[in-house]
């Protein structure tokens, strides 16, 4: 799990649970993400670019 981690980094737990499903390995959703969340993998999320969104120019 976490060598697909380390290679695909803009992967959540979600898709890393279908590639690891697709490669033949069984586990639950739930107890995927808990190992995900405990080896600190979590995605970073994307900064916004400020003042690009239209809201609050006028």
Known sequence: MTAIAQERRRFGYRRLHV???RE?????????FRLYRE??????????ASG???SGRR
Do not use: M
């Open 52 to 54: 690009r969104s239209g």
């Open 19 to 21: 590639l690891l499903k």
């Open 39 to 48: 080896e600190k993998l979590t995605v970073r999320p994307v900064a916004a």
């Open 24 to 32: 033949g390995y069984l586990i639950n959703h739930k107890n995927l």
